[in-house]
């Protein structure tokens, strides 16, 4: 038997969403933004056939459009900003190996060779 969905425990959780994207100017932007390309790849696919619009690049140009604006989207409406690289923590980490292999190597090649005498 099929679940039946509860209309009104799905509007109760898609109702604050709906307020921020109508209240929040550039939010909404995003998500008309991304529409309109869906729209656009969407009329391309049935007009030139799946195929073909796969290899259009109009239709990919479109597609990593539409694919930017959700994720923009889903970031402004979560809140969340992309994660920091860490650069300069990475730049100091790589030169504290490369330094610390260096520094073994130098002692490794730096030994001395006249530890072990051989007499025939």
């Given amino acids: ?3 039946k969905i509860r209309t ?7 109702t604050p969403i709906v307020n921020r ?17 869906a729209k656009t790849i969407y ?22 459009k539409a694919a930017t604006e959700l994720r923009l989207t889903a970031e ?9 690289s860490h650069k300069l923590r990475k730049l100091v980490l790589g030169a504290m190996v ?4 260096a520094i073994g190597l130098k002692k490794i090649l730096n ?4 530890e072990f005498e051989y007499e025939a």
């Fill in 76 to 84: 402004r409406l979560t809140g969340k900003t992309k994660r920091k």
């Fill in 21 to 37: 994207v109508t209240q929040d100017d550039e939010l909404r932007a995003h998500a008309k933004t991304a529409l309109d390309s």
């Fill in 43 to 64: 009329s391309k696919v049935q007009s030139d056939g799946a195929r073909k619009a796969a290899t259009n690049k109009d239709v990919t140009d479109e597609v990593v």
């Fill in 1 to 3: 038997m099929p679940t």
């Fill in 8 to 14: 009104d425990k799905v509007a109760e959780q898609i």
């Fill in 111 to 114: 030994r001395d060779e006249d």
């Fill in 98 to 101: 490369a330094g610390a292999a």
